[in-house]
């Protein structure tokens, strides 16, 4: 059974900084794109930013800059270093992974199959 489980979210004043992990278990995503996407209260969901199989990465405008998505292969995890943290960045944080499409190499992020429970980060003005 795949699982990606989320961590790291947690109440911070404007202007700090997070990082949040996505750690994955019952596969390997080493070949596969991985994502994370946000919700806040009454909006849709949206994305965050993205990390090929080779490393390459995609980010919203809304937080490039500000935002760094990284993972660990070793340890099937993937990471979002958020700094300079804003009030509009308030939302539910999910991670997401593809298991269909192995190298796949666009800058296009292609939602997968895969989403974690998501974890709540809170910025205070």
């Known amino acids: 059974q795949v699982q990606l489980v989320e961590s790291g979210g947690g109440l911070v004043e404007a202007g700090g900084s997070l990082r949040l992990s996505c750690a994955a278990s019952g596969r390997t995503f080493s070949r596969y794109a991985m994502g994370w996407f946000r919700q806040a209260p009454g909006k849709e969901r949206e994305f965050v930013a993205a990390i090929r199989w080779n490393g390459g990465t995609s980010y919203a405008d809304s937080v490039k800059g500000r935002f760094t998505i990284s993972r660990d292969n070793a340890k099937n995890t993937m990471y979002l270093q958020m700094n300079s943290l804003k009030p509009e960045d308030t939302a539910v944080y999910y991670c997401?992974?593809?298991?269909?499409?192995?190298?796949?190499?666009?800058?296009?992020?292609?939602?997968?199959?895969?989403w974690g429970q998501g974890t709540q980060v809170t910025v205070s003005s």
């Open positions: 997401n992974a593809d298991g269909r499409r192995p190298y796949y190499s666009s800058s296009d992020y292609q939602v997968g199959d895969y």
